[in-house]
């Protein structure tokens, strides 16, 4: 089991609180549902649209194993204690199998905020993306995009977003662009 560095634990909280979009302190299959809902609201999908359906099946696959990790009680929800012991006992000490489990995420809301089908995303579709999916204010969502656009050619292609995935959660580096990865860091 890893130990927790402080500003990964700090990065953890700020990813939790995300996931809990009912701000009721703890995260439940509810939480994955609406933001299924949100984001095929904001990118006009019917929720039989075969990318709303995908979506749906991959954050509910999500929601299952961080209860099966996660939820120590098994009351259906988890703690942001329960999901912090989660990562240390089980994300953080595989970093390649956190980068597979996660990809088809990854893949599917590229799939649906790439617009033009060219597999990158543009400031404009990833603040709606990330507005839909995290709540993130939109001016905090287009400043997290200016740090995650590593070579500055004004889109995100899949690998920028994995990259960008990973340094979130496995980095100590206060200056990775990686911790913009649910909006603005602490202090910048």
Do not use: C
């Not at 991959?58 to 961080?66: A, E, H, K, P």
């Not at 988890?78 to 970093?95: C, M």
């Not at 959660?169 to 911790?179: E, K, R, T």
Request: glycine share 6%.
């Amino acid at each position: 089991m890893m130990t927790l560095s402080p500003l990964v634990e700090s990065k953890l909280e700020r990813r939790f609180r995300t996931y809990d979009l009912d701000r009721d302190g703890v995260v439940t299959r509810a939480d994955f549902e609406l933001v299924s809902s949100r984001v095929e609201k904001t990118f006009g999908l019917a929720p039989d649209h075969p990318a709303a359906t995908r979506l749906r099946e991959v954050l509910l696959g999500i929601w299952t194993r961080l209860a099966a990790a996660s939820d120590v009680d098994r009351d259906d929800q988890v703690t942001l204690a329960e999901y912090k012991a989660a990562f240390e006992r089980h994300v953080l000490v595989d970093r390649e199998a956190y980068s597979r489990a996660y990809q088809p995420f990854i893949d599917t809301m590229m799939e649906i905020a790439d617009a033009d089908g060219d597999g990158r995303v543009t400031e404009g579709e990833y603040v709606k993306w990330y507005t839909a999916l995290m709540g993130l204010p939109p001016d905090e969502a287009a400043e997290a995009f200016r740090h995650l656009d590593r070579d500055g050619d004004g889109y995100l292609g899949h690998e920028e977003i994995t990259a960008a995935v990973l340094e979130f959660y496995f980095s100590d580096d206060p200056d990775a662009p990686g911790n913009w990865m649910v909006g603005r860091p602490p202090g910048a």
